[in-house]
């Protein structure tokens, strides 16, 4: 006979964590779009990229904060949390390496 094990807990996914997350979705996808865009305008980017980019870099910088504070919460599941902390690092970096890369050809 199998004996059913039943764990119980007070476990909760931490809204910070998941609207971390989702700004780290936002800003690579906006990010990608932009040098999507970009590359079909053969590299001459409209004013408006620009502009997308610095809001993916704040969205990002947000997404990074809450991520942080979600770590400090008690009793929450930590998927979210690194997943929004990676989704935000990865878009930083996104960033800084379009701002390397275009210092770079100037």
Excluded: C
């Amino acid at each position: 006979m199998k004996r059913k094990n039943y764990i119980f807990t007070n476990k909760k996914h931490s809204y910070k964590a998941i609207m971390a997350a989702i700004l780290g979705i936002i800003s690579l996808v906006s990010l990608g779009i932009v040098v999507y865009l970009t590359y079909l305008r053969d590299g001459q980017a409209q004013n408006g990229y620009g502009v997308t980019g610095l809001l993916a870099a704040v969205f990002s910088l947000a997404g990074l904060v809450l991520a942080i504070i979600s770590f400090r919460e008690k009793d929450n599941y930590m998927l979210f949390p690194w997943l929004g902390l990676l989704l935000n690092v990865a878009a930083l970096g996104s960033v800084g390496l379009i701002l390397y890369l275009g210092a770079q050809v100037l």
